[in-house]
């Protein structure tokens, strides 16, 4: 082994290695009220010098599925390709970002050749604000208050709120019957020990997998000074 390749394999460098280019390596879904799933494609070429092989696509997520079109997994230099990934929706809101690790034949496994990234843009029909209320060991054991605005073209009622803990109760206010609603929390047995509660709110949306909101309700120890 002469002093140049052992500098390069020291430094975990393989001259000559091809490597994918994507024509898109971020790309960014509307996504319909009516839609179950979306799916885009990532397109890539191989403008190397030699052989590529993808070893591995992933997206550490459940939500998100990711194939490599036709089940291809080795391309020759000049060769294109396509990766497809695949989101479901289920309850997610908002704008949600994945990201897409790719590994080729050779990479270590704690560094893939090339990261893309998935943003969707879901529709928000029910806003909580804030979707967590929080305490503070020994503070205040006041009520606070989660915000429900809705937007969308039909009235949307509240229909219930309960809470996963007693520790805290949850009382439905009425700002403007179909749109405009409030949660007040309010800590009933006191601040003294840390809790965690989630608050369900049910709705009649016609949206089933926005139809049940969740929020929080959080006494926590407060963070230590660090000097």
């Known amino acids: 082994m002469?002093?140049?390749?052992?500098?390069?394999?020291?430094?975990?460098?393989?001259?000559?290695?091809?490597?994918?280019?994507?024509e898109t390596p971020s790309i960014e879904a509307k996504a319909d009220l009516s839609d179950k799933v979306v799916t885009?494609?990532?397109?890539?070429?191989?403008?190397?010098?030699?052989?590529?092989?993808?070893?591995?696509?992933?997206?550490g997520c459940s939500c998100l599925a990711v194939q490599v079109g036709g089940g291809k997994f080795s391309y020759a230099p000049g060769e294109s390709g396509v990766l497809r990934a695949t989101f479901e929706l289920g309850s997610f809101q908002g704008t949600v970002e994945k990201k897409i690790n790719i590994w080729l034949e050779g990479d270590p496994e704690e560094k893939p050749s090339t990261t893309l990234t998935m943003s969707v843009l879901i529709p928000v029909i029910i806003k909580l604000e804030p979707k967590s209320l929080k305490w503070q060991v020994g503070g205040p054991a006041e009520a606070k208050v989660i915000d429900i605005g809705m937007d969308y073209s039909k009235l949307i009622h509240v229909t219930s709120v309960a809470t996963s803990n007693d520790l805290f109760t949850a009382k439905l206010i009425t700002v403007e019957e179909g749109k405009h609603y409030q949660v007040e929390v309010t800590p009933q047995k006191g601040t003294d020990s840390a809790g965690l509660a989630i608050i369900r709110i049910e709705t009649d949306v016609d949206v089933a997998k926005q139809r049940v909101?969740?929020?929080?309700?959080?006494?926590s120890k407060p963070l230590k000074k660090t000097k």
């Open 40 to 59: 885009r494609d990532f397109k890539f070429r191989n403008n190397g010098k030699e052989a590529v092989k993808i070893t591995q696509a992933d997206a």
């Open 213 to 219: 909101q969740q929020g929080f309700a959080v006494i």
């Open 2 to 22: 002469n002093a140049l390749t052992l500098a390069f394999f020291l430094l975990g460098i393989i001259p000559g290695v091809a490597a994918l280019e994507f």
